[in-house]
């Protein structure tokens, strides 16, 4: 009964090289959400993705952020060129997509992004 | 206006009392409420949901929502130090209902 899985948990980049995040949802759910905690912040949405897929990205920066979800495999975040400013932590969540406001979402332990 | 407010606190109670936390949102609009628990270092971890006026009761937690006053509580009874966390309220904003806004938590310690 895994819960949702992200790897790597850890990850260091230098600035200018790309990232990828991975998360597989909860056994069951098919919805994947990203969300970005910076340090002392609160957690702030990112993007909204079913299978092949993008719902809602609004909370994406406009620039060397993307995210996928393909119709097999982990959804993927991606961040070119990284920058010192990307450093936080990623959590994603899934959930089962139930219609009205039943949908709960649940987060997987997250990757702490370090940009050197 | 911010759209979810909590104290940051660190708001400290004494093992075995009750720790109320409080929350409130902007949007009139919003239909859920949930509390998320999160350790330092730690991703956030599910305690209750809420999406009617009143009370909702799980163990040693309670859930109190408040629609016309746009105002989310949670009370923890006998507080315990494994209580110690950062607690984050979090709202759908808007009229989606996945779309969720968090305030920026408030840090509870429980003194031994």
């Known amino acids: 009964n895994a819960g949702v899985m992200q790897n790597p948990r850890h990850l260091v980049r230098r600035r200018g090289q790309e990232a990828r995040l991975r998360c597989s949802p909860m056994?069951?759910?098919?919805?994947v959400y990203w969300y970005r905690q910076l340090p002392e912040e609160g957690l702030k949405f990112m993007v909204y993705l079913q299978k092949e897929n993008i719902i809602d990205e609004s909370g994406m920066p406009k620039e060397r952020f993307s995210a996928e979800f393909p119709k097999e495999g982990p959804s993927i975040l991606r961040i070119q060129q990284v920058v010192r400013g990307d450093s936080a932590a990623y959590f994603c969540?899934?959930?089962?997509?139930?219609?009205?406001?039943?949908?709960?979402?649940?987060f997987g332990p997250g990757t702490r992004l370090t940009v050197l | 206006q911010k759209e979810v407010e909590q104290n940051s606190g660190p708001l400290s109670v004494p093992e075995g009392a009750i720790a109320s936390l409080n929350c409130t949102y902007s949007?009139?609009?919003?239909?859920?409420f949930f509390w998320y628990r999160q350790y330092s270092g730690k991703s956030p971890e599910l305690i209750m949901f809420i999406y009617s006026n009143g009370d909702k009761e799980d163990g040693r937690f309670t859930a109190q929502l408040n629609k016309a006053s746009q105002y989310v509580s949670l009370l923890i009874r006998d507080s315990q130090p494994s209580d110690s966390a950062t607690y984050l309220c979090?709202?759908?904003?808007?009229?989606?209902?996945?779309?969720?806004?968090f305030g920026k938590g408030t840090l509870l310690t429980v003194n031994p």
């Open positions: 949007d009139r609009g919003s239909q859920s």
């Open positions: 969540a899934s959930s089962t997509g139930l219609a009205g406001a039943a949908d709960t979402q649940y």
């Open positions: 979090a709202v759908n904003i808007g009229s989606s209902n996945y779309k969720l806004t």
């Open positions: 056994k069951g759910h098919s919805h």
